[in-house]
């Protein structure tokens, strides 16, 4: 049996001698680079660990994870573009260190090559396992347009916010634990309950995300606090605090979410005092501990042994107790 | 059997009512705008013409494809904004009609869609469908990249230039055939026959692109004359005309491709006399000539009776005698 930590080694071993092509340099270059720049492989980790889950046979398994890191590093490389971000993993993005035609170009051809890599998976389940992967890569791009979107409205509704979440990370963490489910031999009925599984804890983890920037230990993080306050982005904290103000604590929020010009520190501090007096933190954190739960029974349900389901378990403890 | 307006009508059709997702409309939309510009539907009449040239049933070859021509669409979406192109077919490219992180983004599901419509070819010829048209979109970047890096150098080869339009274009045209030709039941031998008659007839295709740009007649082509010259595009007539130059006319010559600022007239007609005094025109038309024979040569070793052929023959002769 596969810990997290393996099958993370395993797939970080097989990215790193991933063949791909050489010329012209400019194209394959930035996708060599956006890939060197690390990150946990938790997607392709989970795809291991639930083909290993079912018995399966992980060898089967390791190309269509390499496949969903791909795919997932191939949307980091967009979205830079699109939301003008300088800096990825500590490093200079792709359109910035190279050039936006280069980013655009590039990130294209990282998206067909996980779709050629995804046609390594076996025969017999190579359509299945290739609609699933398909029908989620067009829900990421859904999800960050309504990401896009989000940003131009003032007011976004909890549910609406949730949905886009969902869509833009949640979705690739269950299709992951799905292919590799259905990699492994796993029944329909299994490989949904997985899904359902990760979609929940996806939507989790990034309530987390959006807690951790505002509220996390900027020493622990290794960032500033509170760089989504000063972006302006649409987080569930803003969403929930909109919802739950008194008109003037609503005015004073609006009047911070659109003033121009503003020292960081006085902005952040002021949103921070508005999101205390309506409990934000508290209220976010049932939130979490709300789809955590979910997550958690969706894993009881799979029609596993208990000490099989060890590896998940932990994950989801990982992921529920990370403090960056 | 299928007449090439035949395949082109039964192709438009299942275009028009291709299933694609409403929400979000920002997202989806351009992805329908884009596809409802029209167009020759070339590449996917290609596939059922080949489909049917083996007796395959033609049915299954539908959905791959438009997967071809939804494919073709997204690259030129992409190269639109890339080569800051602002008209597509007589309207406005999609980052001009939205904007560019909407162009980036519809682009990028519209590949996707092409993967996830391809993934619908039959099971027992999928895994081998699905690699021709993966490599193939992979070659596609790399000749739109190659495109890029020769806008950048002033001295580009015949035979690098020749192997650029054979990745940008000659590769689809290709693939297009060759897929169709699997999805019938050709054998791989017949298979590779189609497709390097489609590679030399999408050269010929594309030399014949870069001479009617400067030699064909703008009443009848619906453009100016001399876009490419006025663009300082590289194109085969430049490039050969660099290469048979004396050093005065290489001089010349360069002098225009480098000036900033000139009156178009003035540097089209100083470019074409350049031109016409190295007889481009002429070489040019022997170069065409040459892929076309090598195409026909190609058709001609196929192993299928001659009159199952009479449309391909057709279709290189309507691509040969086009004058727009």
């Known amino acids: 049996m596969y810990t997290l930590l ?9 990215i790193q001698s991933l063949s791909i092509p050489d010329t012209p340099p400019e194209l394959y270059e930035p996708v060599r680079y956006i890939l060197s720049l690390g990150g946990k492989r938790i997607r392709p980790a989970l795809v291991i660990l639930a083909c290993d889950l079912f018995d399966g046979e992980v060898a089967s398994a390791l190309i269509p994870a390499v496949s969903i890191e791909v795919f997932h590093n191939f949307t980091l490389l967009h979205d830079d573009i699109m939301d003008r971000s300088e800096r990825r993993r500590g490093s200079p993005t792709v359109h910035v260190k190279y050039n936006e035609n280069v980013a655009i170009l590039s990130g294209d051809v990282m998206s067909i090559l996980a779709s050629r890599l995804m046609n390594q998976a076996p025969g017999n389940v190579l359509n299945l396992v290739h609609d699933v992967f398909t029908k989620t890569a067009m829900q990421v791009c859904e999800g960050q347009q309504l990401d896009m979107n989000f940003e131009e409205l003032l007011t976004v509704s909890e549910v609406e916010y949730l949905a886009m979440i969902e869509l833009k990370t949640a979705v690739l963490i269950a299709a992951s634990l799905k292919i590799g489910a259905i990699l492994g031999g796993a029944s329909q009925r299994d490989s949904e309950d997985l899904y359902e ?33 000063m972006d302006n982005k649409k987080t569930f904290l803003v969403i929930h605090a909109l919802g739950a103000a008194s008109p003037a604590q609503k005015e004073e929020l609006i009047t911070w979410l659109e003033k121009k010009d503003f020292d960081p520190k006085e902005k952040i501090g002021a949103v921070i005092r508005i999101f205390d007096s309506l409990n934000i933190k508290e209220e976010t954190e049932l939130k979490i501990k709300d789809y955590y739960q979910k997550a958690l029974s969706n894993l009881e349900d799979l029609n596993r042994p208990e000490e099989r389901k060890a590896e998940l378990y932990n994950f989801a403890s990982f992921l529920r107790t990370r403090n960056r």
């Open 6 to 14: 393996e099958a993370q080694n395993l797939v970080e071993k097989h």
């Open 197 to 229: 599984f990760g979609k929940n804890l996806g939507i989790a983890f990034q309530l987390q995300d959006d807690l951790l920037d505002t509220y996390g230990d900027p020493g622990v993080m290794g960032k500033n606090q509170g760089t989504d306050i």
